[in-house]
């Protein structure tokens, strides 16, 4: 209570008690003096003087004694007492119409006056305090004694019956800003009040109380030396009030009861508006006059209670409470009890921000009770309350912007209870509730659940140390379970910790419990399984920022199930992931980082989109290191190790199974601003067994594998920006793909941009081994266009059957596109040039394989020694006189190919057989036996010479312009088999039936320009019968060709010759139609003496063709 | 009688024939000047160049064709062509009969009967 109000009351009570006295001091006067009324009067005037120091006067002064009986009373009219001071509304601090007093008139005759009744009747009190402080009521407060200690008269009070009636009491302080107005008080006491004994009864009433209080507080401004008021203007309004109270206060006890209330009371201070409508206090007491002991119970009720703060209005009726309470401070207990209960509680929260008032937020409670009880210690301030509310519906809405939020129960209970003792603090809050409704903008979040919240907190007094041990969280029967311990050292820096434990959670459960408004989210997912999770951390709080020591989190998830919309599904029987911060690596490098492990008995994950994909793991290990993450995610060291038993997956037909496998994945930061982030793989597995369908299988023994990589943002180019560093250590391949076996039996290479060395590789195709190894240097120069790309590999078999080996090229290359095996040559050759992709020799490489093949089965031809050098160099491939022999022959081959440009390919051929039989020769090239088709006819030994090139466009099609070849085929004894040509010829020239079917010597050269295959006269030696034959054949679509076959010797004596004439099948088919007899076209060019120029033109031409090409033949 | 002047006269002719057989196998001989320049052949596809230097080339409307050596010998031209990277060799002969400085007609040695006119570009 404010100063000013205290002296306020002070004051009041110093001015009933001088009336009081007054008035006693008058009958005494009147009775020692005179008894009449003028000279009473008269007397009371001069004796108040005396002891009131400013002016009073009173009327009609008189004595009475049946108002008063059996005591003895004066009744005192018109009363004033003035004392103006300045700003003062009136000069007038109290007028009493009328007052009575009643005195024991055998005390007075004692010279003792004892006031026994008094009654004040219309009486008007204005008590004023100016700006300055200054009161017309201060000369009361002074401590100057009164005259009247200086009479011999004892003054005392023995009051039995106090009555007012009609007060109106004003209290108006300008200098603290406050009036209080009191309209129409009225009072009756009735009782005994002496030196011992205190007991009666006091009803009072008051039609109305105003009061008003401007708290102006000054805050002063250091920047600008400025103050700044604000102003709390207080009202205070009740109107009918009423009270009434009886009591003892005797014998060392104290009883009463007391009832108050009042009709309206309204309070307004600042945005707070307060209103109060009926209420009503009942205060029942026992005390001992020691307050040592104590009992009382307190009722409350209310019709309603209206509170205003601000936007905030809250509305609370039928409010009844009793607080029954017992000290015993002896004992050292104080204990009470509470119990009440409200039929509703609304509150609302109106939105300022405009003009339109709407509503933010509303609560409503139904049917409150509340029942509370608890003991203190109040010498040591221990103690224990429980507190339990409970409710049959709770609702709140809230909008802010565009959210709504409401929640709704169909019953509560909130409950607190807790204990201190000595330093320590207990408390417990819980809320329960059988069906909690949560809802946002329409969509339901907690729909009627079950939600039940514990939360046991255990702290200190000075609250440095703060416990929470197992709160609990349920909703929806889904318990998660909450400890926690804050130890604070001081404002600035707290220790913090804390463990979340969750036992069995359902998933299925927590996904329905998942909001619809999440239907995008979580539209189409079906899950199952048992959850549990066991958390903590530890921490700090430091400066209001948050740091964290450690922190681990356990994930066990049993018989878990996914579905995804049908396309995605997963299974496990047993999950298991764990979390830590920081990592247990005791590396610098890798400090603060984060571990996780990942466990899982069997985990399978089925993707069905348009193909069907499919993984599965047993027995899968993973463990994963990472760091903070810093600026950017190229910083972060991280790092995995991937263990499987077994990992099956499959797309479609593929499918690959890796066994016993191991993965270890590293990411290492930068060290300094010149370094790159590196990451490091290491992987190794068993076996791999992989397969594509039904036919087509690759099994693989234990692989090992390393792989390392810098990466270079700047790089644009991919290996380039990655520089990997690649180590393959395979064994134990096979391939079952193909009708023949394949099986890799070692393939072991290291990769670097600088170097790919192939160390060992060996490859078993069917009846073939082969094995390719070497080095590539530069390819990161290559890449960057700095240097050329080279290197030197070896291709190295001991055995090589190309015929199988080509067998299994044309099964890849088959094709069962009947729309091109329909179409002309030309149309397919005009469809393909455009969408052609021919091979294009790199420029910038400089590379030579160097083949060696000790044994080569080709067409069921052996080849011995096929040694040789491939050079890849500036956009030309070049096959360098590779050679090789077989069981009777020598060979030599030479290849180029070059690419200038895409459209302008080259190609170019140099092949020699040596001492080669000419069935072999013709199995080895059958297309030898089209260009010279009698050669078949012939057995013996020969030498076969081609040479060729042409440009070709991009779908390989010859230039024709530009080709170009020769070969020459030498033989010498050739038997001539007995085969339809022979037998046509020998009947056609009457050879003699003795023929011996033997040529001495053959010389056959051809020549291919363009599209003209061009045979060069060659001399056949049989019998008596001497032949030349030559001719041409032109390269188109039916092969047509025109031959002559001269008989230049014979037993004849004319010279006689013979055309062939027509395509190459025609002819085949039917000879003798395109057999004609002709003159002799080459009748003397075997004759030297008889050659002409043509002859030997065309015979210099022949000998040119064959020594160019013999040129070309190694030695 | 008659007989025998009928088998005489037949035997003259066959000589005549014979002796005038002889005389076509002459060969001609052209100014070689003429046929230096450019000339396309429409049969064959190409164009062929035969400089003063006995270098030449032929080629098709792409550019693509071969460079060659060419000689005249009476009326024959030998062309032979090489390749590019592969040492080989290849001759086609024409035989002309006709040449002016616009014109020139020939035949393959190997395909007398196909006619092939050559025009000066």
Known sequence: MKKAVRNTLKTVTVILLSIVGLVFLSVGLILWITLTPPKITKLVNRVAQTYIPISFNANNIDLTLFKTFPEIGLEINNISLINPIPCAESDTLISIDKAIVAIDIKAFLKKKVNIRKAAIYGANANIFYNEQGESNISIFLSDTPTSNQDNDTEVSIDLKELTVKDLNLSYIDRLSEIEVYVTELGLYLDGKIDSDNIYGNLDLSIKQIDASINDTTNNDTTNNNTTISDNTLTNISLSNISASADGTFKEHQIKGNITLSSLLTKLTMGDIEAELSEFKIDIDANADTELEYGKGVVTFNSRLIELNIDSLTTILDNLGATFNTTADIRNNSIQGTVNAHAANLHANLFSTESSNLSNVATLSLNAISLYANGFINPDIMDGKVQIDINGERFKTAITAQDMNVSADTEKFHLGLSGYKEGDNISITPVLNSPSLRVAMNGDTYINHWPINISLPIKADTALNRINLNRGLFSINKQEVSISGNCHLYNSDNMALSAKMDINTCHIEQILAMIPDSFNPMTDGIKATGILSLQAAYNGQMVSGKMVVDNTSANILVKEFTLNYKDTITALSSNIEANLSHPSKSKTAQKNHLLDATLVASDLMVNVVDESLMSVKFNNINSFAQISDIPDSTLNIWASTIVKADFIEASIETISANLNNSYIDISMTPPSNSNDKSQFNLEFSCDSIQTAIGKALGANFGKISAQATAALDPIKEDLLLKWNPAVKVDLKNGSLDMLQIPVTLPHLMFDFSLGRFNISESRLLIGNSDISLTGDIYNIDAYLEKTGLLTGEMDFTSNYTDMTELLSIINVFGDTDNDEIDNKPLTEIANDTIDTADPFIVPMGVDFILNTNIAVMEFNNHQFNTIGGEITVKDGVVVLQELGFSSNTAQMQLTAIYKTPSRDNLYTGIDFHLLDIEIDELIDLIPSVDSIVPMLKSFDGKAQFHLAAETYMKANYEPKMPTLIGASAIEAKDLVIMDNKVFNTIKKNLFMSRNAENKIDSLSVELQVLRNKVDLYPFLIHMDKYKAVIGGRHNINKDLDCKYHISLTESPLPIRLGVNIEGSLNDIANNPFKHIKLSRCKYGTMYIPEKTNITDQRTLLMKQSISETLKKNVKQ | ?121
């Open chain 2, 1 to 121: 009688m008659k007989k025998s002047l009928k088998i005489l006269a037949l035997s003259l002719i066959v000589t005549l024939f014979t002796l005038s057989g002889c005389f076509l196998d002459d060969d001609p001989e052209y100014d070689e000047a003429l046929i230096y320049g450019k000339w396309y052949c429409k049969s064959i596809g190409l164009y062929y160049t035969f400089n003063s230097n006995y270098n030449g080339r032929y080629e098709d409307i792409n550019g693509d064709g071969k460079n060659f050596k060419w000689t005249l010998i009476g009326d024959a031209i030998e062309i032979e062509a090489k390749g590019d990277n592969i040492n080989v060799n290849a001759y086609e002969t024409y035989i002309i009969t006709s040449l002016n400085v616009a014109k020139m007609e020939c035949y393959d040695r190997l395909d007398p009967k196909e006619k092939l006119i050559f025009i000066k570009q």
